[in-house]
C-alpha cells in the first residue's frame, strides 16, 4: 500500500517582520494560495493542511486556505513542533511535507524526487535547503516520515521548538538526512525567492510578472529559476 503523504504548511499572520503576508494578493491570488495551488498539482500528495494557531488573528488566514481546498489545523502560536505533530497525526500521516508558508514558489518536481530518494534509501529526512543542494532558497521542501515527527516532538528542547526540523541541523541525533539530488540545471541560481518581509514581496511580484501568463500550478522550475536570473539582471 502506497503511504499516505500529507503536506503542512506552517504559517501564521502576526509575523513581526511582515504582518499578513500570507493574505498578500499576487495578481489573482493571496500569498498562501499560490503555495496551495501549487501544493495541489502534485499526485504524490494526499492531503494539504494548513497549520496555524488557535488565535483569532489567523481566522482570515484559516478560512482563505479553506477556500483554496486546504484543510486547516490550529494549535500552539509557540509549539511549532507540537502543532506540526499533531496536525499530522490528526490527518493519519506516513510521510509529511514541510512547505513553509513563506516559501509560495516551492516546486513539485523537487518533492516529487525528496518522496522517492526518501523512499529509496530509507531515510528520515530529505530535505530542499540550500546549504544541502545549492537549490535557490525558497525552492525545496523538506520530507520527513511520520516516526521521524513524533521523534522530534519527543526530543526537541525548548530552544528549538519554534521550527519543526531545525534541532536535527543544531544536534547530533540518530535522524538520517540527506539533500534532495537535483539536475545541476535546477541550482543555477543562488538567490532566495522566500517572502519574510515587504521588500521581499515586491520581488516576488517582480519574477512572478516575469512567468508565463498561466495559473501558479503550471510554473515549472526552470521557469522560475529563469525569471529569478532575469531579475537579478534588471
Given at each position: 500500500m502506497r503511504p499516505k503523504v500529507v503536506c503542512i504548511i506552517p504559517a501564521r499572520s502576526?509575523?513581526?517582520?511582515?504582518?499578513?503576508?500570507?493574505?498578500?494578493?499576487?495578481?489573482?491570488?493571496?500569498?498562501?494560495g499560490i503555495l496551495i495551488t501549487r501544493m495541489k498539482s502534485l499526485e504524490l500528495i494526499d492531503e494539504i493542511v494548513v497549520a496555524t494557531t488557535n488565535r483569532k488573528c489567523d481566522?482570515?488566514?484559516s478560512r482563505i486556505s479553506e477556500?483554496?481546498?486546504?484543510?486547516?489545523?490550529?494549535?500552539?502560536?509557540?509549539?511549532?513542533?507540537?502543532?506540526?505533530?499533531?496536525?499530522s497525526k490528526k490527518y493519519k500521516a506516513d510521510i509529511c511535507i514541510k512547505a513553509n508558508g513563506d516559501n509560495p514558489m516551492q516546486c513539485p518536481e523537487?518533492?516529487?524526487l525528496s518522496?522517492?530518494?526518501?523512499?529509496?534509501?530509507?531515510?528520515?529526512i530529505v530535505t530542499g535547503k540550500n546549504k544541502f543542494t545549492?537549490?535557490?532558497?525558497?525552492i525545496g521542501a523538506e520530507v520527513i516520515t511520520f516516526e521521524t515527527v513524533k521523534w522530534l516532538d519527543e526530543n526537541t528542547i525548548d530552544e528549538f521548538r519554534e521550527d519543526t526540523t531545525s534541532y536535527v541541523y543544531n544536534y547530533e541525533t540518530p535522524i538520517k538526512v540527506e539533500g534532495v539530488r537535483v539536475p545541476n540545471s535546477w541550482t543555477q541560481s543562488t538567490q532566495s525567492i522566500t517572502v519574510d518581509?515587504?521588500?521581499?514581496?515586491?520581488?516576488?511580484?517582480?519574477i512572478i510578472s516575469m512567468l508565463p501568463n498561466t495559473k501558479p500550478q503550471f510554473w515549472k522550475i526552470l521557469e522560475i529559476i529563469g525569471a529569478m536570473n532575469r531579475y537579478e539582471k534588471v
Open positions: 502576526d509575523s513581526r517582520r511582515f504582518p499578513k503576508k500570507h493574505l498578500e494578493q499576487v495578481g489573482k491570488y493571496p500569498l498562501i481566522d482570515e488566514l477556500s483554496f481546498g486546504a484543510k486547516v489545523f490550529r494549535g500552539s502560536l509557540k509549539d511549532v513542533i507540537g502543532r506540526f505533530t499533531k496536525a523537487v518533492i516529487e518522496i522517492k530518494q526518501l523512499l529509496l534509501n530509507k531515510l528520515d545549492n537549490l535557490p532558497i525558497g518581509t515587504s521588500s521581499d514581496m515586491l520581488k516576488l511580484k517582480k
